[in-house]
Antibody
Framework: EVQLVESGGGLVKPGGSLRLSCTAS????????MTWVRQAPGKGLEWVGH??????????DYAAPVQGRFTVSRDDSKNTLYLQMNSLKTEDTAFYYC??????WGQGTLVTVSS | DIQMTQSPSSLSASVGDRVTITCRAS??????LNWYQQKPGKAPRLLIY???SLQSGVPSRFSGSGSGTDFTLTINSLQPEDFATYYC?????????FGQGTKVEIK
């Protein structure tokens, strides 16, 4: 069974950092197109960024609000996807979901940025 | 950025009804269009990809159509478990924008 499990969410002060993890089971991340999506409480879905392999190299893309502050990466040996979030702002408060190109989603992890 | 506009924003329907949700893109996205279902407190679930392909495990009462800028999600014979919020998303361009969502409520 394919499963994605996020972890690492929590309460952080504005300007702080947090790293989210998304551990996959039932399939290998290597070569998979992986995406982070967030959802502020009571709001709609917002694409954050993704990572994929193309022509032997890894490519990442980001939404404008997080460009330069967030980094998507993966550790194939741990079958885990990461979202490194720096210089966090209150408007980054949201549930963060990882998803695979094949359609599976994790259950989400809540990040709260507040003083 | 490509803007995705769903209509209606919400609707009330009864079990057994046929429901149609539309999604319009601000520019051509070919068939690079996904539909998701989300229930309160849960992660989104992929229903339709490439505008009209049914994701594995999704009931056949869900169907998608359209290409270019105009797309439709249809639910035939609405079931109690279908009351949820539905989102479209274009995967043609960066950023991969979502529609604002359509909430399907019980009449």
């Amino acid at each position: 069974e394919v499963q994605l499990v996020e972890s690492g969410g929590g309460l952080v002060k504005p300007g702080g950092s947090l790293r989210l993890s998304c551990t996959a089971s039932g399939f290998t991340l290597n070569g998979a197109w992986m995406t982070w999506v967030r959802q502020a409480p009571g709001k709609g879905l917002e694409w954050v960024g993704h990572i994929y392999t193309k022509s032997g190299g890894v490519t990442t893309d980001y939404a404008a609000p997080v460009q330069g502050r967030f980094t998507v990466s993966r550790d194939d040996s741990k079958n885990t996807l990461y979202l490194q979030m720096n210089s966090l702002k209150t408007e980054d408060t949201a549930f963060y979901y990882c998803s695979a190109g094949s359609g599976e989603w994790g259950q989400g992890t809540l990040v709260t940025v507040s003083s | 950025d490509i803007q995705m506009t769903q209509s209606p924003s919400s609707l009330s329907a009864s079990v057994g009804d046929r429901v149609t949700i539309t999604c319009r893109a601000s520019q051509i996205v070919s068939n690079y269009l996904n539909w998701y279902q989300q229930k309160p407190g849960k992660a989104p679930r992929l229903l339709i990809y490439a505008a009209s392909s049914l994701q594995s495990g999704v009931p056949s009462r869900f169907s998608g159509s359209g290409s270019g800028t105009d797309f439709t999600l249809t639910i035939n014979s609405l079931q109690p478990e279908d009351f949820a919020t539905y989102y479209c998303q274009q995967t043609f361009n960066i950023p991969r924008t979502f529609g604002q969502g359509t909430k399907v409520e019980i009449k």
